[in-house]
């Protein structure tokens, strides 16, 4: 009884208003993607309700369907696999990176996506291919370190490896 109640108090918390959702459906992609206030899709995500944050993301997509960029629709798509990679469901996160490339995406946005992908998927060849494209077109970039992250450790999660210092890779 005592965790049921428990259960259901945390998944209130990771519930917020309805009249905030709505609200959140009106608001541009850039507001949405950047907010963080703590009913956005980000604190929901650091606050563990992956759930919560996973849906809020899909609803806007299907709200916003008709005016969102291809770039932000297959953004919004790597940040549900970001979402739910971040909680340890790799087998869940795939498709949705998957759904992240697009042949007409720029060099650099399909060399992360496949570099993620290889990273989940414990690929390192795959992963320093895609790190070697993506050294290529974005030399320096905040990406790059993360990608070397995802080398250099190579059997931590998603958030670890992320994150994880890294000298450089060739």
């Given at each position: 009884m005592l965790a049921a109640l428990i259960l259901a108090a945390a998944a209130a918390a990771c519930s917020p208003p309805e009249s905030k959702l709505a609200a959140q459906m009106r608001l541009t992609?850039?507001?949405?993607d950047g907010?963080?206030?703590a009913d956005g899709w980000r604190s929901l995500n650091g606050e563990g309700c992956t759930d919560a944050a996973v849906a809020?993301?899909?609803?806007?997509?299907?709200?916003?369907?008709?005016?969102?960029?291809?770039?932000?629709?297959?953004?919004?798509?790597?940040?549900?696999?970001?979402?739910?990679?971040?909680?340890?469901?790799?087998?869940?996160?795939?498709?949705?990176f998957e759904q992240a490339d697009a042949p007409e995406a720029t060099a650099?946005?399909?060399?992360?996506?496949?570099?993620t992908l290889a990273f989940l998927r414990a690929d390192p060849v795959a992963l320093k291919a895609a790190r070697a494209r993506?050294?290529?077109?974005?030399?320096?970039s905040?990406?790059?370190?993360?990608?070397?992250?995802?080398?250099?450790?190579?059997q931590a999660d998603y958030m670890t490896?992320?994150?994880?210092?890294?000298?450089?890779?060739s």
């Open positions: 992609y850039e507001a949405f907010r963080e206030a809020l993301l899909s609803r806007y997509g299907a709200a916003n369907a008709g005016r969102l960029s291809g770039e932000q629709r297959r953004e919004l798509a790597f940040h549900i696999g970001q979402t739910l990679a971040f909680a340890g469901r790799k087998a869940q996160a795939i498709p949705a650099e946005w399909r060399a992360y996506v496949a570099a993506y050294a290529a077109v974005a030399p320096g905040m990406r790059l370190k993360m990608i070397d992250g995802f080398i250099a450790c190579p490896a992320a994150f994880c210092p890294a000298a450089p890779s």
